[in-house]
Each structure stands twice: as C-alpha cells, then as structure tokens.
C-alpha cells in the first residue's frame, strides 16, 4: 500500500523530496488526485511502511504537511492521522489530562 502527502505549496513538497530521497526513501511526485483537494497540485507518494519515518524527517526538518492519505480495499482516498510515538515525533492529538 502506499500513502500520499499533501503540502501547503509546490515548495514544500519539493524539500520533503529532497529530505527523503537523501535518506534513500522510494518517494515519488505525483499530481494530487482528483478525489482529494489541495491548494498544491502536487503530491508526494510513499510506502505506507516507510509514513512514520517520513513524518519523524519532515519533523527534524522543518516541514509541515497539510494531510496524509492511503486507499481503502474499495479503492476510495482515507484520510490518515498523522500520528507518530511519543518519543519525540510528531503527534496531532493532546496528550490525555489537556482539553
């Protein structure tokens, strides 16, 4: 399965590549699908397996996505949470106690 990423500009999406591909991820710029909206027409795709090293690299450096997608079995785009460990990653929900 893959995931895809959306930024909030073409720049954005440009230097997530770079960060991966220096990393030696398989990534690959693709047009934002039609199912899914975005102010940027481009996208990045990558291995579902390789979303929680990404996120921890866009993290280190700076970059900032606007919404993370894969397929469902029926072929339909699921939004998915970006949501990493607590070890210092990235974390979109409050910790529990906050609200």
């Known amino acids: 399965m893959k995931c895809i990423f959306l930024f909030e500009s073409v720049h954005q999406v440009m230097r997530a590549e770079k960060v991966l591909k ?9 047009p934002v699908p039609r199912e899914i909206s975005s102010d940027c027409g481009v996208a990045l795709e990558l291995p579902l397996g390789l979303r929680e090293e990404a996120l921890r690299l866009f993290k280190e450096n700076g970059i900032s996505i606007m919404k ?4 469902d079995q ?3 785009f699921v939004p998915l949470t ?4 607590p070890a210092g990653r990235v974390e979109k929900t409050r910790p529990r106690g906050e609200g």
């Open 82 to 85: 970006p949501s990493l460990s």
């Open 22 to 30: 220096r990393e030696g991820m398989e990534v690959d710029l693709i």
């Open 74 to 76: 029926g072929g339909k």
């Open 68 to 71: 993370c997608y894969t397929r």
